[in-house]
């Protein structure tokens, strides 16, 4: 949190923030899309894999820091809140901005993998396994994340021995670009929430306000802009891909780890569990249908999200 005494500088930090969301994503979309060229790999597992990783740091940072300070609330809502933003909010905007092409790879392996780890989420909650069990559960969900890497590290390697590799310029260069892609993403979104949070106490509004609604969105601004620049280049590949790979990161290894320093009151947030597998599952006939996601679907989505926002302020709270 940007100190009160200097609350003067939030809005050239906001500024900043925003330069470096753009610029970071830029390079992000340039330096994968180049990198899957030249080692002959597709630019979808690259996105799963290393891009998903990049742009789940913000929920890595707040869910396991939350977990480490026995705060439970937090560590698990900002996971189920990324989730839903990233698969209604992510992908709405990205596929306003143009439309997104669903490639078979995506539906064949891909969203096959998040869908069974949003429902792995919803079975150990059902079971305790995230609450009175919470280190078995925690360890699972890590040994579950480690047969997810190797399983596309493998694809990786697969796609490599028939591909055609592009030179695109030097790998190593190209790699470089990424990882400071990844830098100036997430670097640009912590700072442009803590200056939105610190211009919002200036002008007075509640704290609870606040956190209800910056701390998903805010994680997920990563995902957002690289997946909304991806689709402004034509680079369905990582827009899909980025948020794919980021819900699996956020399920797998982000709560994994988190589980095993505390309890995560899973059972008590069924309800969200419950909305986050019933989107999830809400994406498959609209992928299916067409092998891509329309700007009237991705209006459709924002509708929805809407909805679930409005749900998490005043909707009826449903007891387990």
Not at 34 to 49: H, R
Not at 86 to 109: E, T, W, Y
Request: positive net charge; proline residues 3%; contains cysteine.
């Amino acid at each position: 949190m940007i100190p009160a005494d200097m609350q003067i500088l939030a809005f050239p930090v906001f500024i900043i923030g925003v330069v470096l969301l753009w610029k970071g994503s830029d390079i992000l979309v340039d330096g994968t899309s180049k990198t899957a060229a030249q080692i002959g790999v597709s630019a979808l597992i690259i996105s799963v894999i290393l891009v998903g990783f990049g742009t789940s740091a913000p929920e890595f940072a707040i869910s396991v820091g939350a977990a480490a300070q026995k705060n439970s609330d937090i560590s698990l809502g900002n996971i189920i809140g990324s989730c839903i933003a990233n698969l209604f909010l992510v992908l709405g905007i990205s596929s306003i901005i143009r439309p997104i092409k669903i490639k078979k790879g995506i539906i064949k392996r891909e969203a096959p993998v998040m869908l069974a780890a949003t429902f792995a989420l919803l079975l150990f909650a059902f079971l305790g396994l995230l609450d009175n069990y919470h280190l078995i559960g925690g360890i699972l969900f890590c040994l579950f994340f480690v047969l997810f890497v190797a399983f596309f590290v493998f694809c990786a390697k697969k796609e490599r021995k028939g591909s055609i590799k592009v030179q695109t310029g030097k790998t190593m260069k190209n790699i470089f670009f990424i990882v400071l892609g990844i830098i100036g993403v997430v670097a640009g979104a912590w700072m442009l929430i803590e200056s939105a949070v610190c211009m919002a106490d200036f002008f007075g509004v509640p704290q609870i306000v606040i956190a209800l609604s910056m701390v998903a969105v805010g994680t997920s601004l990563p995902e957002l802009v690289v997946s909304s620049m991806a689709a402004y280049k034509g680079e369905s590949d990582i827009a899909v891909g980025n948020v794919l790979g980021s819900n699996v990161f956020n399920i797998l290894l982000i709560l994994g780890v988190a589980a095993l320093f505390i309890p995560l009151k899973a059972f008590v947030s069924l309800d969200h569990i419950i909305i986050l597998s019933v989107v999830t599952l809400f994406i498959f006939p609209i992928i299916y249908t067409g092998h891509k996601i329309s700007r009237i679907e991705g209006v459709f989505m924002l509708i929805i999200y809407s909805v679930f926002i409005w749900y998490t302020f005043l909707g009826p709270k449903i007891s387990f």
